[in-house]
Each structure stands twice: as structure tokens, then as C-alpha cells.
């Protein structure tokens, strides 16, 4: 069982925005930074936000991540068929000493 | 290109034993910490090792701890795990993950392998 917590689906028509939130406590999220990854169906994981809100090369300007005490949401924006995917929050748990993922959770555009 | 190519996954009995490996290619090997992630079928992602450039620093997942070892050569730019004792929910795939420092990690993942599946069944 995961210390983060994330909604086990979400759902948007193309062009909507959809935000994921992720909940935590204040061995994880409250005092470390949190990354989000998405995973496409059968393909591995990949890097969509590092460092609460920062985005690595190539990932597009729709994903936009926010922290604020032990929440975390992940933001995408002009909804896309290809956003179709598991979407995990991360991060460094200070009582387990561990790097914790999520639940997932999963989006569908509809 | 970064290229993190997983091998030596496979069906082992419980209690038994394997090791995986994972060939690094497109970049410095040496001056960054490395992971290994794990995905039991149809569940979330578990990080389940790590270890830092030099192999000073290696930290362990609770549910592996004592049973698995982690280690890496910088001569031939690849990184290992040595599974013993294996249960069942230890099945999954492993995924072979970049760390983006040196030391102190991890901090999070910016390169990802494409797996090796490790099935644990009798």
C-alpha cells in the first residue's frame, strides 16, 4: 500500500484540462520534492516533471505540476488522444528512507 | 543517445536465485548514481535500489533489504542485481533507472530501461 495517494482514474474530452492530485505527508511530500512520471500503455515509464514543477526538454508546456504542504497535482492542458496513459507522483519519504511512487493514476480521453 | 538495455530476467522457483544486469551506453556511466524500479503485473511502480557513482552510497527498499544486492562496474558501464531468496511478490519487471547526480539519490529518474520481466512461481 503506497503513502501516496492519487485518484485511480481521470477523464477529459480532447481540449479540456485535467488535474491529477496526489496526496502525502510531511515525511514525503511535505518536506521533499515531488516528480510525476507517465507510463503509455505496454511502453516503460518516462520523466514528466522533476522537482515539483519542472520539466525536462521535450516535454510539453500542458503539463505543469504544483506542490503546496503534503499535496501535489500534476496539470495537463489542452487535452490529447495521446495523453492517454498511467500518470505516478514520486517521491523521497524521509520515515521509510525510500523513494515512494503513487498509486497511478489513469487518464482517458474520452 | 542514452541506451539503458536490461538482461537476465526469467522463471526461477522460490528460494531460488538470479541476477539481472543492465548494459549503460551514451553517456558517462561512471558520474551518476543508478536504480533499479520494479512493476509487479497490473501494479504501481517500486523503487527498489539504488546506488551512487563510485558505489559509496547504496540504499535498499524494506522489501528487499538483506535479500537482494545492488552493485555496478565502471569498466564495461554496466549495473547488476543480485536477487536470492525470491518469493512470489518479487515477480515483476525491473526496470533499469538513471539517476540525474552523482551522489545523495535518488532523486528521481530521468532515463528508464524497457525492463526484464523476473517471474517467481513454482
Known amino acids: 500500500q503506497s503513502v501516496l495517494t492519487q485518484p485511480p482514474s481521470a477523464s477529459g474530452t480532447p481540449g479540456q484540462r485535467v488535474t491529477i492530485s496526489c496526496s502525502g505527508s510531511t515525511s514525503n511530500i511535505g518536506n521533499n520534492n515531488v516528480d510525476w512520471y507517465r507510463q503509455l500503455p505496454r511502453t516503460a515509464p518516462n520523466l514528466l516533471i522533476y522537482t515539483n514543477h519542472q520539466r525536462p526538454s521535450g516535454v510539453p508546456d500542458r503539463f505543469s505540476g504544483s506542490k503546496s504542504g503534503t499535496s501535489a497535482s500534476l496539470a495537463i492542458s489542452g487535452l490529447q488522444s495521446e495523453d492517454e496513459a498511467e500518470y505516478y507522483c514520486a517521491a523521497w519519504d524521509d520515515s521509510l528512507s525510500a523513494y515512494v511512487f503513487g498509486t497511478g493514476t489513469k487518464v482517458t480521453v474520452l | 543517445e542514452v541506451k539503458l538495455v536490461e538482461s537476465g530476467g526469467g522463471l526461477v522457483q522460490p528460494g531460488g536465485s538470479l541476477r539481472v544486469s543492465c548494459a549503460a551506453s551514451g553517456f558517462p556511466f561512471r558520474l551518476y548514481g543508478m536504480n533499479w524500479v520494479r512493476q509487479a503485473p497490473g501494479k504501481a511502480l517500486e523503487w527498489v535500489s539504488y546506488?551512487?557513482?563510485?558505489?559509496?552510497?547504496?540504499k535498499y527498499a524494506d522489501s528487499v533489504k538483506g535479500r537482494f544486492t545492488v552493485s555496478r562496474d565502471d569498466g564495461d558501464n554496466s549495473l547488476h542485481l543480485q536477487m536470492n531468496s525470491l518469493r512470489d511478490e518479487d515477480t515483476a519487471l525491473y526496470y533499469c533507472?538513471?539517476?540525474?547526480?552523482?551522489?545523495?539519490?535518488?532523486?528521481?529518474?530521468?532515463?528508464w530501461g524497457r525492463g526484464t520481466l523476473v517471474s517467481v512461481s513454482s
Open positions: 546506488i551512487s557513482s563510485l558505489g559509496s552510497s547504496i
Open positions: 533507472v538513471r539517476d540525474p547526480y552523482q551522489d545523495g539519490g535518488p532523486y528521481y529518474f530521468d532515463y
